[in-house]
């Protein structure tokens, strides 16, 4: 790879840390706007706003950057694409409208019907008189209340009863963010499951599906707490085993990628289903547009082969030339560390000890998520300061590695879930068990007098 190649990452959060991380490792040279202290490291940091368009196209312009890659789904959303794409310049990322299958809940179930994609059924309402006559008239059961827009993950109510939905309906109306989001109110069938994400690349023909993960939403240990943008995650998850992923990409993915070309809306970029694997099969409970955070960071940790060449072939549109990407053996998890208060309001400023003695351990990355550069110091910046990811040989070896990093760091109000990665574990163990008895039974059926019939 010639040491010119100049990309730019759009974004400052553990995510886009990652990605310059791995660009930069792919032999890249790498700009980050606006990036963050972890960042500085890498790449160099641009001190433009993620969602000043118009900004980011002059430092691409004046720059010569080769590819940029978009982060998060704000930019997306607003049309970064579009306008650098109608500029001459290579970007990787879905346009504005097809970002619309994260930014919109409405037009993902359109789409998702039209490629016969399983989900949960719903109903949608254009106000909230007319969501809540719809909830008095139902039966009485578990649903899901979604705003339309995006909401800042604010948007989505999981409830028990029909109070508890019409009081998310109240809410929804009521509260001004919301309320702008709610272009209209989703009533869904609540799912039950184990919630997995499975992302894939996509030049809008060819896709290539990556290694299954779990994120860890709920603020504290044993899914408790509000939802956050994510406590922790890993890769890959025993909850998908190649026949799932398989299934889920054939029954899925695909089905998506083509009703998004049939709907004349191509999809460029990277297409992140979240899934709940019910006991009909895997369903989609949400698309993101965009690498998950913190998702990307251990993929990322995995990922052995060159992430420029993927994005390079996809914005190309020639991914179906392009090899396979290949990963590291064993597993990968991130622990994401954050300041006291996170998900609500958060202080900021406090001195960040023992960042290096962490990132001495050997197979540990920090990447950093909302730290900057004050008097010297690293501090933190923000609600999820660090993303403290490590890989290991097996899963819970990665996991011994990532909290032995995480215990290295240090600042004041500093907290993190201590069990990220324990619902895989548990998963492993319940595996091996089954596999230990169905090693047994053939014996046991060879003597059967009876062959079983079915
Ligand atoms: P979303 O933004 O649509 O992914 O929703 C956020 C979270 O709400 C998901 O990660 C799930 O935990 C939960 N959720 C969303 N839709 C459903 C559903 N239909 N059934 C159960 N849980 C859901
Ligand atoms: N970690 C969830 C997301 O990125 O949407």
Same mark, same amino acid.
């Given at each position: ?162 109070? +508890?939905?019409? /009081? ?7 509260? @001004? $963010? #919301?309320?702008?989001?709610?272009? &209209?109110? !989703? ?98 409970? +949400?698309?993101? /547009? ?7 960071? @251990? $993929? #990322?940790?995995?990922?052995?082969? &060159?992430? !420029? ?98 215990? +290295? ?46």
């Amino acid at each position: 790879m010639p040491a010119s190649r100049r990309v730019l990452v759009v974004g400052g959060g553990g995510r886009e840390h990652a990605l310059a991380w791995k660009l930069a490792g792919d032999g890249a040279e790498v700009l980050v706007a606006p990036g963050n202290a972890g960042t500085a490291a890498v790449a160099e940091n641009v001190p433009m706003a993620a969602t000043d368009v118009a900004g980011l196209l002059d430092v691409a312009r004046c720059r010569g950057i080769d590819l940029t890659v978009v982060g998060p789904e704000a930019p997306l959303v607003a049309g970064i694409v579009d306008e650098f794409t109608a500029a001459g310049l290579r970007i990787f990322g879905p346009t504005k409208r097809a970002a619309a299958i994260e930014g919109s809940k409405s037009f993902c179930k359109q789409i998702l019907h039209r490629g016969d994609v399983p989900t949960a059924m719903y109903r949608e309402f254009r106000s909230a008189a007319r969501a809540r006559e719809h909830l008095e008239a139902r039966e009485d059961m578990p649903v899901v209340i979604k705003a339309d827009g995006l909401a800042a993950g604010k948007g989505v109510f999981v409830c028990q009863n029909r109070a +508890e939905a019409s /009081a998310a309906v109240s809410s929804l109306a009521s509260d @001004p $963010l #919301l309320a702008a989001a709610a272009g &209209s109110i !989703l009533v869904e069938e609540r799912l039950d499951g184990v919630e997995v994400s499975v992302l894939a690349i996509t030049d809008g023909r060819t896709i290539v599906t990556l290694p299954p993960l779990q994120d860890h939403k709920a603020a504290h240990d044993d899914d408790q707490g509000p939802n956050t943008g994510g406590m922790g995650a890993y890769c890959p998850t025993p909850f998908v085993d190649d026949a799932l992923l398989a299934e889920i990409e054939g029954r899925i993915l695909v089905p998506t990628v083509h009703a998004m070309r049939r709907a004349k809306v191509p999809f460029q970029g990277v297409l992140y289903a979240g899934l709940m694997i019910t006991a009909q099969g895997p369903k989609v409970l +949400e698309f993101n /547009a965009r690498f998950g955070d913190p998702e990307c960071e @251990p $993929l #990322l940790m995995r990922m052995e082969s &060159s992430l !420029l060449e993927l994005l390079d072939a996809t914005v190309d549109r020639r991914l179906d030339a392009c090899a396979a990407p290949r990963w590291r053996e064993g597993a990968a998890v991130s622990v994401v560390m954050a300041s006291a208060g996170y998900p609500g309001a958060v202080t900021k400023g406090q001195p960040i000890r023992g960042l290096e003695a962490a990132a001495g351990l050997p197979d540990v990355q920090v990447f950093h998520a909302a730290t900057r550069h004050l008097d010297g110091q690293v501090v933190a910046d923000g609600g999820r300061v660090l993303a403290v990811t490590a890989l290991g040989p097996s899963l819970g070896r990665a996991k011994l590695h990532a909290y032995t990093a995480v215990k +290295e760091i240090r600042w004041q109000g500093a907290w993190c879930r201590k069990d990220i990665a324990d619902k895989g574990l548990r998963r492993e163990r319940d595996l091996l068990a089954a596999e230990a008895v169905s090693q047994e039974s053939p014996a046991d059926d060879t003597t059967s007098p009876e062959p079983a019939t079915s």
